[in-house]
Each structure stands twice: as C-alpha cells, then as structure tokens.
C-alpha cells in the first residue's frame, strides 16, 4: 500500500500532471479519430469509386475523383436480366415477412416462457435456450429436403415460413429478458379485472415491450437482409426471385466483367436500408447491442 | 444467423428458472394457465419440432447415408465420417477455419477492448466515434462489403495504393496469394469489432468510479487500474463475447465466398468449413456427407464451448460472487 | 389504449394478408407450367455469358413470334456454376425441359436418366438432321443413341490482342507454331509488354481442353473406349512442366494473378481485364470475348506437336428432359435453333459452327467480320493437319476431372506441391472422379 507519504516523496509540480494529463489526453483523440478514419475509409472508398469511370477507380487513391460519373448508378440497376428494383423488392419481401413472424411467434413464446406456469416449463426453456446455441448448419439439410418436399425451393418461402415459428431463439430470448422487467402488479390488476391472458398479453404487454418489439425488427431486418447463405441454397433456378445479396454476387460474372464502378454503385445502395436503419435507430441499435448481455 | 447470450444463459442456468409464487393460485386457474401456456407456445412447438429438433435429428440420420436428392436415402454406416478424415480438402478446411478462429476471435476482443477503454473516457462527439466503429460491424457481413474487401486486397485495390503512398511498392494480390489470403479475411472480421466494443463500453461504464477513485488514493497508476480493477470486473463481458463471436467465427460463410468466388481458394487457403460443407452438400449434393460435416461441425462447437464453459471459472469473476 | 392496439392489430392482420398473399403469388409463379390448353410455358438453362444470354433471347423472341403459344422462360450462369445449379434445381424437382449440356457432362445425366432419347424426333423429322455434318453427329452421340443435338462445332484456338502485339513489336505470331516456338515468342512479348504489367499468355496448365491437345499430340485420347484414363501420369507431368517453365521464363501469368480467374467465361479471363495478350478457348467463344474489349483480336492455332492434337469438338448439346411433359414442343424449338434460318441467324456462330448445311448457307449473308474470322480459322485448322477425329466419348464424371486439374495445376503454380507429386495426385484424382 502505497501511502501519501511516498506519493508526496516522488512528488511532481501540479502543472506537470495537469500537462501530462492533457497530453494523453490528446494522444487519446489521435488515437480514436486515426482509428475511426481507418475504420471508416473502405466504406468512404467504396461510395466514392462508385461514382468514379472505370479506369480511374484502381489508379486513384483519392476520395475525389476528376470525373464523376453518377451513371454508374442508373447503369448498374439495369445491368442484371431484370432491374435491381425487382431484386430490392424480393429482399424487401423476405426482410418484412421475417420482421412480422418474428414479431408475432417470439413474443407469444416469450410472454409464455416470462409470465405463464405451465407444466415442463423448465425443460421447454432449456430445450429453447439450447436452440440459440445450435449451429444452423447442421439443421440446413434436412430443412433442405424438407422444403425440398413442399416444393418449396425456388420460392422466397423458406426464408420466411420458419420466422412464423419463433426459430430465432434469440429474439426469445431478448423478449423475456425485457418482459421480465414489467412489473408484475400490472398482471395482478388484470387478473382482478378478468382480462384474458391473450389480451393482457395484446393489450398490455407488447406496448410495454415496445422497445424490446423495434429491436428485434431492426435486427432481423437487417440480419434477414444479409443472409447470404440462405438466399443462396434456396433462391436457384429463378433470377426472377434473387434477392440483392445473390444479384450482387453474381453482377461480375453476369455482366462480363470491367464493371466495377456498377458494381459498387449497386453495392452502396445495398448497403443503404442497413444504414438508414442506423441513422434513425442508432440509440436503440447501441442500446439493444450493448445490453445483449447484461441484465435490465 | 442469430447471436447466443451466453453470459445470460450461465446466469440462468445458475439460477433457478423463472417461476414465480402465486399466493392466489387455484387449481383451475392453474389449469387455465398450463393451456394458455401451451397455446402461446404453439407456434414456438412447430418451429421447435418441424424446423429445430425435428431436423437435427433427421441430419444425424442423414450422416450415416448417401443421399443425393434422387431416391431414398442408402445407409452406409460410418462411411461418411470416415471419408471425411481421410479427405484432404476437409482438412484444409478444418485447418482454414482454426487458424480464422484462432486468430481473429482474440484480436477482435483484444482491439474491442482497447477501443472501449479509450472510448469510455468521456470524450467529445462520444457518441460520433461510438457510432464510426460500431457500423463496419453492421455492414461487415454483407455480400457488398466482403466484395468491396476483395477489390480492396487485390493487386491495383487500395491497400497497395495506400502502402505506396507510404513507399512501400508492392503489386501482390493478397487475396489471390494462398499465402496470405486467410488474413485479409481475418482483417475483415476484426474490422467488423464494433458490437463486441459496445458491450465492453456498456460494461465498462458501469464500473463504479469508486473503486478507481480508492485505487487512485493508494496511489495506483492506470496500468494497475487496469490489471487490477477493470479487468476483473470485465471478465464476465470477455467470457460472452468470446463465445459469441467463437460461435460466430466458425459459422463464417459469406467471406470466404465472395472472396474467393465460391472456390476457397486459392488452393484451398480460405475453404472455410462452411463453404466446403456447401460445396459438398449443395455443389455436388452429397446430402449425408454434408450432414456428417454439420455433425462434426456442432460436435466441436460444443466442444470448445464446453472448454470455455469449464476454464471461466478460473478467469471470470462475476460481481455477485466477489461478496 | 384499447384504440392504439385496435389499429396496431389492424395493421398487423393487413401486413400478415399481404404477406400470405405474396407468398401464395410466389408459389403460384415458380414451377415450370401455368398454362392451361392455350399457352404452353418452357424452361431453358444453359451457361455462356450475357452476351450469348442477348442472342438467346432473340432467338427465343423469333421462336415465339413463329410459336405463340409456346413461351420459353430461361436462366444462365457462368459454366463454373452452370451444372451446380442444374443439379439443385433438378434435385428439387423442377427440371428446365430445354438444357445445354456440355459432351464431358452428358454421360452422367444419361446415366440417371435425365435426359430424353431424341431418336424418334429425329426420325420423324421434328428434328431435321438430314443435312448435318455426320462427323460432328457421329462426335456427340452416348453410345449411339442421340440424347442431345449438337449446336454447333469449334475448335480448341488461342486468342490474342493485336494491339498488344503491335505496341510490343515483336511481329505476328506464325501460321502454326509447335510448343517450343510459342513459349519463345510468349517470353519475348512478356518482356516486351512488362512495363505495362501485362503477361503473355495466361497459365493455362489448368485448361482440360489445351490438356487433351497436349494429351493427344502424345499419342493417346484423354479416355479408352470403355470409359478409363488413357493418358499417363508422365503425360501429366510433362504438361506441368511446360508450364512451369512458362512461369519462370516469365512468359505466362503468375500463380497469383491467375489464381484471381476464378470463372471460366471469357469475361473472367486475364484477356478480358487485360492483364494477358492471350487467352485460349474456343472458336465459338470469338465473339464473346471481341465484345469485352475494344482492340481487335485475331485467332491463333494452338501450338502443335508430334501428332494431330485438335479435333472437332461439339460445342454444346441442347437435350430435352426425360420429364418434360413438352418434349415435342421442346423438340421445335431445337430444330428452330438449327435449321430455321431465323432461329440461326439469332444464335450465330456463339455456340459454334453449326452441323446443318442449311444453317451454314443462311449464316454466310448475316456473318459479321467476328464470325467470317472464326470460319476462317476453322477451315485453316482442319486444313492443316493438326486435327484428327476425336475417337472417345467422356464418361461419366468427365466434368470432376476437369475440376481437379484447374486445383491441382493451381497448387503446383504456387508451389505447394511438386510437378511430380502434383501429376501423381491429379493423376489419382481423375482415376476417382470417373470410377
């Protein structure tokens, strides 16, 4: 234990500290801002080059480009077989259906899990704790040959169907956690009142949960938006159904190379919805990734 | 592909499960509720049996079959798994998907915490530089930004650029080099840091500033702060976090194919587990090889959980033990 | 309160009908047939890139303005993916009526029955193959028996950009060339075109088709007649050296940089970015690769060596399912693409020369200077003494061969594996892939 009488034995004049503080202080500035210039840089890159011709976009450095060429944008979406409008549209259609399932299934199955006794209730809880943990590969084939049965493949189907079920344990999970923060007074007065447990859960609960609610949205959305590997297995066949992942992917083979500039104009605007997102519910998103482990 | 909160499932399994005493429970009021349980369970018990348990039990069957999507399904036993040890390229991807574990899991927690530290300073436009690094990992896994990583990597790409601006010429395309192709891989995962800093942060600002207000009164300099004060309390945040990302590391798809255009190369060095299991299951539609695949796939997943699981008590102090 | 959630669940219910809906529509609209006795709707797949896609297109177009209750929907992909895709949409029950079908990949979708015997169509002349070239027929029967009808031949050739020629300034590669002679001029216009960054040739160690030349030149086919590898593993070796020695006189493309090829189109060749003078290929492949860059190219023979190495090649074949329930209509539109003179002058020569006399006769007026020079060279080459009948057919499992040696040529171009080791595992590879 170091006692004061040291500390004053290696005593420094008070401005010296202050100096010293001041100085780290700024190292620290540089430090972060270098950071979040590095960080930042490829996405600064990508949005310049898209509007950047051809030839200039590997031979120039700089975020400014001597010419500017916006068609890359107007050229882009129509490049594919169909244009990219049709390809937001189906990733718009399997990101709302996906939101509005997990929405309604995980909600129902967390107000269960939060409010209700039931019997097995334990082992249920378990079980659906377990399916956060599952790697989804190993459920990809059988759901495969499944879909594969139903005839489902080569629809936009297998990626939304499953979301009415509550698979995506997480959002559970998420749910009670915020469920569980809801005084229970409110479910004694409702039970005084004779409300049915599925109007108390429609009336009460899920206005209550609204935060819990529009965090599970944003994220699906936006988790929906980049599964890649999903769209990929079950979206073949048809460029008709391509979602924007897939069209992306396919935009340098199908378009006979030397268009870059295309390319990453259909990239930035890809990346766009995500982005809104962020701008809009950048308090909610930082709330909802920060608290993803810690207690209310 | 969903995140796991382990750290809370420690807790819950720690804990009793939530049930609550009634003081007015009676038998029919139970019983009502034991049906509205199960009726608000209901979608949940489709979902679990028809798309979870249902087809993890189907896919331990299909390990031990040739299946390709024509007929039925033909037992060969252990055919499956066996072949695989003696598959060169599944070792190849065993080998790819370690190496991006192993390095990118602990280099990501390592700058998420450094950046957390000197983010939860209270710096002006906080909230600025929370939200420049938080979004890389919001874009990072799309299709787009794994595009824009392997233009970004190639030989004309914009690190050469940048490394010639600086003096250093070199025309190597890192991401057609088998050599270092895996590490800008790596790269674009660390990059993706952000939402493991914002848990930190969050957990790091909860820390009582009495604790280092009392260390700096014995006269502790910030180095032991950290060592002694922050850490520990930081280390139930670590042990999630390095589950949630190691889980999230070993299902990694969407890199390594865009990067390598589907093929895991070059020669094999960024045939991440994942895009080899597509490549067999849903390439070539070895249906039981690629369930086999998954199986061991989950198997060491739970295994290096498990590991974890069993060493945090060793490492991770949680608040309400420290009594 | 009771207000809020009255509107919410009306906006929920609406989003969940529209939803349901939506989804219906998609299940309504996949699947190949939603016609009833009026209009009769057919799938195509086939591979190329999107400039032979337009050329479909047009023809399909042509058929249908013929044809008007016969609507023809199709997708493509590059040939790298081309079958993968087959595969999964045949896995999942919906089979395209129409497929192009590659002659190293015919054997084994004849072998699970997927492909219908087209031999009553041309009996009855819905297909009309009275004046096809019996060589080119004879080439892309399986076992006798027509299970596709052959769209056109090419022949193996190597491309080159004559700009990037002239600018070097080492003169016009010769009429015939043997191997030797090419890795001399392809190191001199390396080093000529080096303060360009731009290679000679490709590295082509990895191309089946320039393999089986060179296989041939050695005095066997790639396969026996019943179905084994005819080639040796000194064969493989030989050809991985030569390549070697490409790499190191500089005359050909880096493993790095030819490792960034990771389609097989000509969009995704060194030629198309322009990192190569060269690229090789196939005849019907001219036209595809004129339209990605502005300077002209011009054909080259491939090189030659102790005996004839090229052979006519049926470029592709377009089958029928076995499960089409339009097979005759399918049918028609097969000989459209042959014989009509408007269904042969949409495709052109981008699938190759085609078999029919008659087609041949109704290309000549329409031929742009592209496709003159790609007869031209056809000609010149089976004029010339470097072709000979090709004797074999693929067997099954021909196309994973093809697979293994673009891995295995990779790995010996970086160097993870030695030539001789590299040749021995390729070697094995092939022996697995068609057993």
């Not at chain 1, 297998?158 to 923060?181: C, N, S, Y």
């Not at chain 2, 429970?25 to 028809?50: C, I, S």
Request: with cysteine; aromatic share 14%.
């Amino acid at each position: 234990m170091i006692t004061s009488i040291t500390r004053t034995g290696r005593a420094r004049s008070r401005s010296y500290r202050r100096l010293s503080k001041r100085f780290t202080r700024f190292l620290v500035y540089v430090v972060v801002l270098g950071g979040a210039v590095l960080m930042i840089y490829p996405l600064l890159w990508l949005v310049s080059a898209s509007f950047k011709p051809e030839d200039l976009i590997f031979s120039t450095t700089g975020l400014l480009s001597p010419q500017w060429m916006p068609g890359n944008y107007s050229d882009g979406w129509n490049a594919l077989d169909y244009p990219f409008a049709q390809f937001f549209l189906n990733s718009l259609i399997i990101c709302l259906g996906a939101v509005v399932g997990n929405l309604l299934s995980c909600s129902l199955a967390a107000y269960a899990f939060a409010r209700l006794r039931f019997k097995y209730k334990p082992f249920w809880f378990a079980l659906m704790l377990g399916g956060i943990l599952l790697p989804a590969h190993v459920l990809i084939v059988p759901q495969y040959i499944l879909f594969k049965e139903l005839g489902w493949i080569g629809t936009l189907l297998p990626l939304v169907a499953p979301k009415f079920f509550a698979t995506d344990a997480f959002f559970i999970f998420l749910m009670i956690q915020f469920i569980r923060g809801i005084p229970l007074e409110l479910d004694d007065a409702a039970k005084i009142d004779g409300c049915s447990h599925f109007s108390f859960y429609w009336r009460v609960i899920l206005p209550l949960a609204l935060p819990a609610l529009v965090t599970t949205a944003i994220f699906t959305f936006i988790w929906t938006w980049n599964d890649f590997f999903g769209q990929l297995i079950y979206l073949t066949s048809d460029e008709s159904i391509n979602t924007v992942p897939v069209a992306l992917s396919h935009f340098v083979d199908s378009t006979g190379g030397s268009s870059y500039g295309q390319l990453f104009a259909m990239s930035v605007l890809s990346l766009l919805p995500i982005f809104g997102f962020f701008l809009i519910f950048q308090r909610l998103l930082i709330q909802g990734a920060s608290t993803t482990g810690l207690k209310g | 592909m969903a995140f796991t909160p382990v750290e809370a499932i420690t807790r819950e399994a720690r804990e009793a499960l939530p049930t609550r005493k009634r003081t007015r429970a009676r038998f029919a009021h139970e019983k009502r509720e034991n049906a509205a349980g199960y009726l608000f369970l209901l979608p949940w018990f489709v979902g679990m049996f028809v798309f979870t348990a249902g087809p993890v039990i189907a896919s331990l069957y299909l390990s031990f079959t040739n299946y390709n999507l024509i007929g039925t399904p033909a037992w060969v036993g252990w055919q499956n798994y066996l072949a695989m040890f003696q598959d060169p390229q599944w070792w190849d991807a065993v080998r790819v998907t370690l190496v991006y574990v192993v390095l990118s899991v602990p280099l990501k927690l390592a700058v998420a915490l450094l950046v957390a530290l000197l983010l939860k300073r209270g710096l002006v436009a906080l909230g600025l530089f929370r939200a420049i690094y938080y979004v890389p990992s919001l874009l990072g896994s799309s299709v787009a930004i794994a595009l824009l990583w392997r233009q970004i990597f190639d030989s004309d790409g914009l690190v050469n650029q940048a490394l010639s601006l600086l003096g250093i010429h070199v025309t190597t395309s890192w991401v057609s080099t088998p050599d270092t192709a895996l590490y800008t891989l790596v790269i674009l995962s660390v990059w993706q840091f952000g939402s493991p800093m914002l848990i930190f942060l969050a957990g790091l600002q909860q820390i009582p500033q009495e604790y280092y207000e009392a260390a700096a009164t014995d006269g502790a300099g910030p180095v032991r702060n950290f060592f002694a004060i922050t850490l520990p309390l930081i280390t139930p945040l670590v042990f999630f976090n390095l589950i949630l990302q190691m889980v999230g590391a070993f299902q990694a798809f969407t890199p390594s194919y865009i990067v390598s255009g589907g093929t895991g190369g070059p020669v094999y060095s960024t045939l991440f587990y994942t895009l080899y299991l597509y490549q067999e299951g849903f390439g070539d539609l070895k249906m039981g090889y690629a369930s086999a695949m998954a199986w061991v796939l989950l198997i060491a997943v739970a295994v290096f959980t498990a590991l974890a699981f069993l060493t945090s008590r060793y490492w991770v102090v949680y608040q309400d033990e420290r009594s | 309160m009771s207000r809020i959630s009255y509107t919410r669940r009306q906006v929920c219910q609406l989003g969940l009908s529209s939803l349901v809906g939506l989804s219906l529509l998609d299940l309504a609209g996949c699947g190949s047939s939603t016609g009833g006795a009026a209009s009769e709707t057919l799938q195509l797949s086939f591979w190329g890139p999107a400039s032979r896609n337009k050329l479909t297109q047009a023809a399909i177009k042509a058929f249908h303005q013929e044809h008007p209750s016969i609507t023809i929907h199709s997708w493509f992909a590059d040939f790298s993916v081309y079958f993968n895709q087959l595969n999964t949409q045949i896995a999942s029950g919906n089979i395209p009526d129409l497929i192009q079908m590659d002659m190293s990949y015919v054997a084994q979708y004849v072998k699970e029955h997927e492909l219908l015997d087209l031999t009553s169509f041309v009996q009855d002349k819905t297909i009309d193959l009275s004046d096809f070239d019996q060589q080119m027929l004879k080439n892309s029967l399986d076992n006798g028996v027509n299970y596709g009808i052959c769209l056109g031949g090419n022949y193996e050739c190597m491309i080159y950009d004559t700009t990037l020629i002239q600018e070097a300034g080492v003169g016009t590669p010769p009429a015939t060339w043997t191997w030797d002679q090419f890795a001399t001029y392809a190191a001199q216009l390396s080093k000529a075109l080096k303060s360009k960054g731009i290679y000679a040739s490709p590295d082509a160690s990895g191309a089946i088709d320039m393999f089986e030349i060179w296989v041939r030149q050695h005095g066997t086919e790639l396969w026996t007649t019943d179905g084994k590898i005819a080639f040796s593993v000194d064969t493989v070796a030989s050809w991985f050296s030569f390549w070697d020695g490409m790499r190191k006189s500089g005359a050909c493309a880096p493993a790095q940089l030819q490792a960034t090829v990771t389609g097989s189109g000509p969009s995704a060749s060194l030629l198309a970015q322009g990192k190569a003078a060269f690229a090789t290929g196939h005849s019907n492949q001219f036209s595809s690769y004129q339209t990605l860059t502005k300077h002209p190219l011009a054909l080259q023979t491939v090189p030659t060596g102790a005996a004839p190495g090229n052979y006519l090649k049926p470029s592709m074949l377009m089958s029928i399912s076995s499960k089409s329930k339009y097979a005759k209509d399918a049918a028609a539109f097969i000989n459209f693409l042959i014989t009509d003179p408007k269904g042969v002058t949409a495709i052109g020569l981008d699938r190759g020369i085609p078999g029919s006399a008659r087609a041949r006769a109704a290309l000549e007026p329409a031929l742009q200077a592209v496709d003159k020079a790609v007869l031209i060279y056809a000609s010149l080459v089976a004029g010339n003494g470097s072709t000979s009948p090709r004797t074999v057919l693929d067997p099954p499992g021909a196309g994973k061969v093809s697979t293994a040696l673009s891995n295995v040529s990779q790995a010996v171009a970086f160097g993870k594996q030695s030539i001789t080791a590299g040749a021995s595992t390729f070697y094995q590879d092939a022996v697995k892939a068609i057993s």
